[in-house]
């Protein structure tokens, strides 16, 4: 089986598990709010119906952070259902407060891989979209191999999306922009909704990081591509 069929359980991981310091609220939103809105990773297809208590349309998120984008983002569109992914403890604790303070019904939580949740739990067609904001650069030569966005990891997402659905990439790493249009542009059921990088969707909210270095002239690269309706 090639590697574009399946993703190895042996896969090369894009994150590292760094002990980041969780603070006691972030504890607390944990302990209270995780069985509320966190899904825990089982390796069978998960019922998105069932998780969000509706049918709506689906976007997942992959590498939240401290989820302020994805609050935001959510809060402002609460007819769609966020999926979001996080490995690192900071981050899931920090959107559990924003989910309970402004009163999100629309987000799930999952604290794993999301190779193998892709594998292993999100069936072929059901999303909508996919968000990927400012994942790693592993921006040393010699590590540019633990990127995400590679075309194995494209080819098995694409398959989760629904025709017409698209997939929205940001960083602010040029290089890595090359490299994700690059990727993007190979796979055939995708096509690119701009000539090459996109203007950034009103959606997507500026984070403090990248207002920072966009006033000391740093760059910022959306690329948004969608699956192709006529396969």
């Known amino acids: 089986m090639s590697e574009t069929e399946d993703l190895s359980k042996r896969h090369i991981r894009s994150f590292v598990l ?3 310091r969780v603070s006691v609220a972030q504890q607390r939103a944990i302990d209270t709010l ?3 809105y966190g899904i825990p990773y089982v390796a069978r297809p998960l019922d998105l119906a069932q998780a ?3 049918t709506a349309p689906i976007i997942l998120e992959i590498g939240f952070g401290m989820g302020d984008s994805t609050a935001v983002i959510a809060a402002a569109h609460p007819e769609i259902d966020y999926l979001a992914l996080e490995v690192h403890t900071p981050g899931v604790g920090n959107l559990l407060k924003l989910i309970d303070s402004e009163n999100l019904k629309n987000v799930r939580i999952m604290q794993h891989d999301a190779v193998e949740v892709l594998r292993d739990m999100i069936a072929d067609g059901t999303l909508d979209g996919v968000h990927i ?3 790693d650069p592993w921006h040393k030569a010699r590590h540019n191999k633990r990127r995400l966005i590679q075309a194995p ?3 098995k997402l694409v398959q989760k999306l629904k025709p017409g659905g698209y997939i929205h990439v940001a960083t602010d790493w040029q290089d890595y922009a ?3 249009l690059a990727v993007l542009s190979e796979e055939t059921l995708l096509e690119n909704t701009a000539a090459d990088y996109a203007p950034r969707p009103d959606y997507r909210p500026l984070t403090k990081f990248e207002q920072r270095g966009l006033r000391l002239g740093h760059g910022v690269w959306d ?3 969608r699956r192709k309706k006529d396969l």
Do not use: S
């Open 133 to 135: 904001f400012f994942p």
């Open 153 to 155: 990891f494209i080819a």
């Open 223 to 225: 690329l948004v591509f």
């Open 52 to 54: 969000f208590g509706r």
């Open 178 to 180: 090359v490299q994700v």
């Open 34 to 36: 995780q069985p509320r």
């Open 18 to 20: 760094r002990a980041g």
